[in-house]
């Protein structure tokens, strides 16, 4: 007994078909292609360096209407007995009524890395007066200081 078995050789799928799904495969791999190059395109502008302002200035008054306000009249270091940094600064309040102001010390070791901070402390300034602001570091291991100086939020 012998089978015979025919096999229709027309196409299911018409040839224009074919060319519309070649070319949509075509667009989806270009659109993955340029989603993955856009992120390693250079941005639009240069990043700009920007200068280190707190390893110029150990004590900076961070905002426009604290500036006009208050001035330091003196800044220190000094070091205490067991070589725990003392950092100190004079502010004097330029306006004639009392002026509120946040005061925060970050201390630094040799490489400019922060080793400690301290909570933002709200201080009085008497109005056309002076106030000595001091911080001590609670262990070693700084050598530098920054005092920031904020109006009291």
């Known amino acids: 007994m012998r089978l015979s078995v025919s096999v229709s ?8 078909e074919i060319i519309m799904f070649h070319r949509m495969c075509t667009i989806v791999w270009l659109a993955i292609a340029a989603c993955v190059f856009a992120g390693c395109q250079e941005a639009p502008y240069a990043p700009k360096q920007v200068a280190d302002v707190e390893a110029k200035f150990p004590v900076l008054i961070m905002d426009k209407a ?10 220190r270091a ?9 950092a100190e600064a004079v502010m004097v ?12 010390t ?6 400019g890395f922060e ?8 201080i009085l300034l008497p109005a056309s007066g002076f106030y000595s602001y001091k911080a001590t570091a609670m262990n070693t291991k700084a050598e530098n200081f920054n005092v920031r100086i ?3 939020q």
């Open 66 to 75: 604290c500036q006009k306000a208050v001035a330091i009249s003196k800044q």
């Open 93 to 104: 309040n330029k306006q004639k009524a009392p002026y509120r102001v946040q005061v925060q």
């Open 106 to 111: 970050t201390f630094k070791d040799a490489d």
């Open 115 to 122: 080793v400690q901070s301290t909570n933002w402390e709200l």
């Open 9 to 16: 050789l027309e196409p299911c799928i018409s040839n224009l």
């Open 78 to 86: 000094d070091w205490t007995a067991d070589r725990r940094l003392i």
């Open 150 to 152: 904020r109006t009291a």
